[in-house]
């Protein structure tokens, strides 16, 4: 991954089994969110491959790209919901544009996805009229509009209190147990490593690259000193 002579991760090689949550994580800097807006379409990687199920993202036709697409649901940092549209209306918008659903259509299966994530009763809200942790919910609940195979979350607990970073973990647990959909998870928090994660690698800023891979709580024993610092945080 580079922006222009700039490489920010080299080497990165790793495989994601269907039905998994993935995490993602390293400290700031190191490319954690950079890695994810490759893996989901929306920067071609300067030397490389993103394969699902063996297949190509970056060397297929603009068809069977958006076709990868519509098998992925993503929660942004900061939810990325329309400021001016009701949660009802942000989330009736993939279904409106992708599966052509009708207004009545749309409106149905908005309200189940709100219902799913807590939301019932606020579908008539703007953004502006929720806290941060349902604006997070909402912005699950928009990613969850299409069913996909695949969802990505960028920092999801990021300006969360740890009471509502819980309920979002609890709730991420429950998708994946309901549904069997893959996961998977950008993060630095602690907490949500160890308790949602199946499986991990970890992004070093310095040397560009990852140097740990496996199950979070495997790698507390890891031969890099800065893997173990990382993951003990706050241990005396």
């Known amino acids: 991954m580079a ?10 090689r790793f495989q994601i089994r269907r039905g998994e949550i993935f995490v993602i994580m390293g400290d700031s800097g190191c490319g954690k969110s950079t890695l994810m807006r490759h893996m989901i ?17 970056w060397e297929a036709d603009e068809d ?22 009701t949660l009802e209306e942000n989330v009736s918008l993939p279904l409106a544009e992708r599966k052509r659903l009708g207004p009545g259509e749309a409106r149905d299966v908005a309200r189940l996805k709100l219902a799913l994530v807590g939301l019932a009763g606020f579908e008539g809200h703007y953004p502006a009229e929720i806290s941060g942790g349902m604006r997070k919910r909402a912005g699950l ?10 969802l990505y979350f960028d920092e999801p607990s990021a300006g969360l209190d740890p009471l509502s970073s ?37 992004l070093d800023a310095e040397r ?7 199950r979070p709580e495997q ?8 893997v173990r610092a990382f993951l003990e945080r706050g241990r005396l």
């Open 3 to 12: 922006f222009g002579s700039r490489i920010v991760q080299r080497d990165i």
């Open 41 to 57: 379409g929306l920067n071609r990687p300067a030397k490389g491959e993103v394969l699902y199920d063996g297949e190509p993202l």
């Open 64 to 85: 069977t790209r958006e076709r990868f697409m519509d098998r992925l649901g993503v929660l942004y940092q900061g939810a990325a919901l329309w400021s001016s549209m």
């Open 141 to 150: 609940a928009r990613a969850m509009a299409l069913d996909p195979e695949i």
């Open 166 to 202: 819980r309920r979002l973990d609890d709730l991420i647990l429950e998708l994946r147990e309901s549904s069997g959909t893959t996961i998977v998870l950008v993060t630095h928090e602690l907490p949500s490593i160890f308790e949602l994660g199946d499986n991990a690698v970890f």
């Open 208 to 214: 560009r690259t990852m140097i740990a891979q496996g």
């Open 219 to 226: 790698l507390k024993h890891s031969e890099e000193p800065k």
